[in-house]
Every structure is written in structure tokens, then in C-alpha cells.
């Protein structure tokens, strides 16, 4: 017997059709002699909840039934290897139990035999289509909603308005843009108006855009805190930014307080001080880094935070300081703008005129509720 002829005799493909469309002939691999579980329809114990599961995880993969489980990687593909041992443990706990707990205990079990993959708290999540709508309903009262639920919604729906989808449909974004965010931008633009006069600790401003940064930041979708991405050997980017169409951008944070300019007394211009100079560097760095290990840096994101990235050079943003420090001198605001058009691939932006952008998008929100 040829070896094709054997490759050809170690899979099944699926044809049960309560496996769905979705994975219908979808190829059940196995080693050696052929797994009693797995049956000529290509079903097997616990399948298709396991196949869904993986199929969150993993954008293309194959499942390989064998004696020992592991996972491996090629490329973009994985090779998901499941013991029928490991499936024998997972069974008798899916008996009778809904969707959502059967892919709570599938994710703890991969979690036990492969943990650089998968977390025991994570949420394998497969969405179908119609499935939000026969939720949220006329009669669907928010007030049922937990408190995580509540948090997802509230950090889901500006990603789903900076995404563009709800732009298709002029009268689904005003809806979104008039209502829900409108209320949620008047609350954190007052807040942030009395923070810029009085925090000056570096540690909570980065604390306080974790949870507001998409809303301040218009066009991002997603962030990743103190990305450790295995580029950098001991300071990482307060956080790296995901646009809405997939590129990366890098944001430094500094405080409301910080210098940013100093007077070269010998020939009346402005410099940037010691401070920001430094806070430059390392974002410089940063890009550099980033784009030369573009492909590696797209991997590590994508399996350790599973966000797709188009990484080419990235953007850096630098949050810092105050405009008020330049006394409404012209000449201080003139040598700041030509500093900063100077930059290449990074900007600098005041906290003041962050407020500014967000006072100005409310104002453009609060149109679009009157008419």
C-alpha cells in the first residue's frame, strides 16, 4: 500500500448533518488504526461542540484523533492532536448541558493540555447569524443585563461604530452615535476636563485609558496593554492600538503635567525637553522594532491575543502635556507645531487638545440626535 493511498485512509470527512453546513466535509484526521469513537460520518464523542470551539481559536486548523494531545503550528494552519483519552474525560461532563457550559468545559479541559493556547476562564464563542436579533428584541429589557454583560456591551458598541459596519446603514449609526455613545462621550469628556487640571500620576492616566480608550480615541477597535510581544527585552509600549482596518498604531502615555518645551536662549526658538526627547527615542524604537520583525510580531498577536493585524510601520502617538504651558505665546505654539510636523511616523498630542477632538465629536453627535 502506497503512502498517499494510507493518507488517503486516515481521515473521515463529515456528512452528519447535525454538524451543520459549517463543517460539512470537514476532514476528521486519525493516527494509526482507525478510533472506535469515530464514526463513517465523521462524527465522534463531543465533535461538534469540539469543532467549534477550535474553530473560535483557530482560523484554519485540522483535527487529528491520536494517543497523545499537542498542538502544532505551520504557517498560519494548526494541527489540533486529541487524545481519545482526553475526549473519554470530556464526555460524560457535556451530558445534557447547553451550548454555553458545554464550551465552558471544553475550554478548561484545553486549558489542562494546551495551555499556551487556551485560558481555563476563556469564552469559546462561535457567532451565527440572527443570533443577536432574537435576543435583543422589543421587549428585551437591559435592566436583566449582568454586570459583565453590561461591560461588553459598553466596549463592544464604539469598536462596532469605528469598524464602518454601521455606517451601511445611515439611520442604525445615527441611532448608535446620537444615543448610546453620546451619553457615554458627555460623561468621560467631563471627567477628563477635571483630571487634566489635577492628576499627576502617570500610572493612573494609563489606568484611565485602559478602560476609555476606545471611546476617546475615535477609529480604534481594539488595545493591548503593556504588550509584552517578545520583540522587546525590558520596556514595552504603554499600549498598541488596533485601527479599524487592521494596522497598529503605538500610543506613549505621559501626564497632563509634563514639559514639553524648553527656550534655546541663544537664538529665541523652542526645543523639546529632556522628558519628551526621551519619551521620542523609545517610540522610535518601538516602530523600528515592530517593523523589523513584522512578520513575528503578526504571530504573537494573533496567538496570544487572537487579532488579525496588517503590521507595516506603525504610527506613534505621544500623549503629553498641556498647551496652557505656552501662556498663549504664538511664537511657543508655532515652534511647537513645526517640532512636531518634524516628527516622522509620530505625533504629539496635549491632553487639551484631546479634550478638544472629543468636545468636537459630541457636538457633531449632538447634531446628528437633533435632526
Same mark, same amino acid.
Given at each position: 500500500?502506497?503512502?498517499?493511498?494510507?493518507?488517503?485512509?486516515?481521515?473521515?470527512?463529515?456528512?452528519?448533518?447535525?454538524?451543520?453546513?459549517?463543517?460539512?466535509?470537514?476532514?476528521?484526521?486519525?493516527?494509526?488504526?482507525?478510533?472506535?469513537?469515530?464514526?463513517?460520518?465523521?462524527?465522534?464523542?463531543?465533535?461538534?461542540?469540539?469543532?467549534?470551539?477550535?474553530?473560535?481559536?483557530?482560523?484554519?486548523?485540522?483535527?487529528?484523533?491520536?494517543?497523545?494531545?499537542?498542538?502544532?503550528?505551520?504557517?498560519?494552519?494548526?494541527?489540533?492532536?486529541?487524545?481519545?483519552?482526553?475526549?473519554?474525560?470530556?464526555?460524560?461532563?457535556?451530558?445534557?448541558?447547553?451550548?454555553?457550559?458545554?464550551?465552558?468545559?471544553?475550554?478548561?479541559?484545553?486549558?489542562?493540555?494546551?495551555?499556551?493556547?487556551?485560558?481555563?476562564?476563556?469564552?469559546?464563542?462561535?457567532?451565527?447569524?440572527?443570533?443577536?436579533?432574537?435576543?435583543?428584541?422589543?421587549?428585551?429589557?437591559?435592566?436583566?443585563?449582568?454586570?459583565?454583560?453590561?461591560?461588553?456591551?459598553?466596549?463592544?458598541?464604539?469598536?462596532?461604530?469605528?469598524?464602518?459596519? =454601521?455606517?451601511?446603514?445611515?439611520?442604525?449609526?445615527?441611532?448608535?452615535? @446620537? #444615543? *448610546?455613545?453620546? /451619553? !457615554?462621550?458627555? $460623561? +468621560?469628556?467631563?471627567?477628563?476636563?477635571?483630571?487634566?487640571?489635577?492628576?499627576?500620576?502617570?500610572?493612573?492616566?494609563?489606568?484611565?485609558?485602559?478602560?476609555?480608550?476606545?471611546?476617546?480615541?475615535?477609529?480604534?477597535?481594539?488595545?493591548?496593554?503593556?504588550?509584552?510581544?517578545?520583540?522587546?527585552?525590558?520596556?514595552?509600549?504603554?499600549?498598541?492600538?488596533?485601527?479599524?482596518?487592521?494596522?497598529?498604531?503605538?500610543?506613549?502615555?505621559?501626564?497632563?503635567?509634563?514639559?514639553?518645551?524648553?527656550?534655546?536662549?541663544?537664538?529665541?526658538?523652542?526645543?523639546?525637553?529632556?522628558?519628551?526627547?526621551? =519619551?521620542?527615542?523609545?517610540?522610535?524604537?518601538?516602530?523600528?522594532?515592530? @517593523? #523589523? *520583525?513584522?512578520? /513575528? !510580531?503578526?504571530? $504573537? +498577536?494573533?496567538?496570544?491575543?487572537?487579532?488579525?493585524?496588517?503590521?507595516?510601520?506603525?504610527?506613534?502617538?505621544?500623549?503629553?502635556?498641556?498647551?496652557?504651558?505656552?501662556?498663549?505665546?504664538?511664537?511657543?505654539?508655532?515652534?511647537?507645531?513645526?517640532?512636531?510636523?518634524?516628527?516622522?511616523?509620530?505625533?504629539?498630542?496635549?491632553?487639551?487638545?484631546?479634550?478638544?477632538?472629543?468636545?468636537?465629536?459630541?457636538?457633531?453627535?449632538?447634531?446628528?440626535?437633533?435632526?
Amino acid at each position: 500500500m502506497t503512502k498517499a493511498k494510507r493518507k488517503r485512509k486516515n481521515s473521515i470527512s463529515v456528512t452528519n448533518k447535525s454538524y451543520g453546513n459549517r463543517f460539512k466535509g470537514f476532514k476528521v484526521y486519525y493516527e494509526g488504526g482507525r478510533p472506535r469513537l469515530l464514526k463513517d460520518d465523521g462524527s465522534f464523542r463531543t465533535g461538534k461542540a469540539i469543532l467549534e470551539s477550535l474553530s473560535s481559536k483557530f482560523k484554519r486548523f485540522k483535527i487529528i484523533l491520536s494517543k497523545k494531545s499537542k498542538i502544532k503550528k505551520k504557517g498560519r494552519s494548526y494541527s489540533v492532536y486529541i487524545s481519545t483519552n482526553d475526549l473519554d474525560q470530556i464526555q460524560p461532563q457535556l451530558i445534557t448541558r447547553g451550548r454555553d457550559l458545554k464550551q465552558r468545559v471544553i475550554a478548561k479541559k484545553f486549558a489542562e493540555i494546551f495551555p499556551k493556547y487556551f485560558k481555563e476562564d476563556e469564552r469559546l464563542f462561535n457567532y451565527e447569524k440572527g443570533m443577536l436579533s432574537g435576543i435583543l428584541t422589543r421587549n428585551f429589557m437591559p435592566t436583566v443585563l449582568s454586570t459583565d454583560d453590561r461591560k461588553s456591551l459598553s466596549d463592544f458598541i464604539p469598536r462596532f461604530i469605528a469598524s464602518g459596519v =454601521a455606517g451601511k446603514n445611515a439611520s442604525l449609526s445615527r441611532k448608535l452615535k @446620537s #444615543g *448610546l455613545e453620546l /451619553k !457615554v462621550l458627555q $460623561e +468621560i469628556a467631563s471627567d477628563l476636563k477635571k483630571r487634566i487640571k489635577s492628576d499627576k500620576s502617570e500610572s493612573t492616566w494609563q489606568d484611565y485609558f485602559k478602560d476609555n480608550i476606545l471611546h476617546i480615541q475615535q477609529g480604534y477597535i481594539a488595545f493591548i496593554e503593556k504588550a509584552n510581544i517578545g520583540i522587546i527585552s525590558t520596556k514595552f509600549p504603554d499600549f498598541l492600538l488596533v485601527t479599524h482596518d487592521g494596522y497598529l498604531d503605538i500610543l506613549e502615555i505621559k501626564t497632563p503635567f509634563t514639559d514639553l518645551l524648553l527656550k534655546d536662549k541663544s537664538r529665541g526658538n523652542y526645543y523639546w525637553t529632556t522628558e519628551l526627547s526621551k =519619551a521620542i527615542s523609545q517610540v522610535e524604537n518601538y516602530i523600528d522594532e515592530v @517593523s #523589523g *520583525l513584522r512578520d /513575528k !510580531v503578526r504571530s $504573537e +498577536i494573533k496567538d496570544k491575543y487572537g487579532i488579525e493585524l496588517r503590521v507595516v510601520r506603525p504610527r506613534g502617538v505621544i500623549l503629553a502635556g498641556n498647551t496652557e504651558q505656552f501662556g498663549g505665546d504664538k511664537k511657543i505654539a508655532d515652534d511647537f507645531r513645526l517640532l512636531s510636523q518634524g516628527l516622522k511616523n509620530i505625533t504629539v498630542v496635549t491632553y487639551d487638545e484631546l479634550l478638544i477632538r472629543m468636545q468636537n465629536y459630541i457636538a457633531v453627535l449632538t447634531e446628528l440626535k437633533i435632526r
